[in-house]
Nanobody, 118 residues
Framework: QVQLVESGGGTVQTGDSLRLSCAGS????????MAWFRQSAGKHREFVGR??????DYADSVKGRFTITRDDEKNTMYLHMTRLTPDDTAVYYC?????????????WGQGTQVTVSS
């Protein structure tokens, strides 16, 4: 069982940067594929990016602006967001799964709100 807690959300202005954190429990944290998703009002939840080990991949909408890192000694994953726009406004969720490329993710955090004002 893995418990995930996101933090770091808030309200920023267009062009600002923000770092989200996802703190996980469990001694096998490093073995999990971790990911970020987001959901805007009235839209489906969408994939943002994921990391397994040091390998990452990202949605086209955030590629070049967002970076995912992890510190397995701290059981924490990060989402470094730059050049934010109002389109990035959403609740951001982290997810974890022991499989390499899950379609349905086993574990989810409760989400953290990011609001980007114009």
């Amino acid at each position: 069982q893995v418990q995930l807690v996101e933090s770091g959300g808030g309200t920023v202005q267009t062009g600002d940067s923000l770092r989200l954190s996802c703190a996980g429990s469990g001694r096998t944290f490093s073995r999990y594929t971790m990911a970020w998703f987001r959901q805007s009002a009235g839209k489906h939840r969408e994939f943002v990016g994921r990391i397994r080990g040091t390998d990452t991949d990202y949605a086209d909408s955030v590629k070049g602006r967002f970076t995912i890192t992890r510190d397995d000694e701290k059981n924490t994953m990060y989402l470094h967001m730059t050049r934010l726009t109002p389109d990035d406004t959403a609740v951001y969720y982290c997810a974890a799964d022991p499989r390499l490329s899950p379609v349905e993710w086993y574990f989810w955090g409760q989400g953290t709100q990011v609001t980007v004002s114009s």
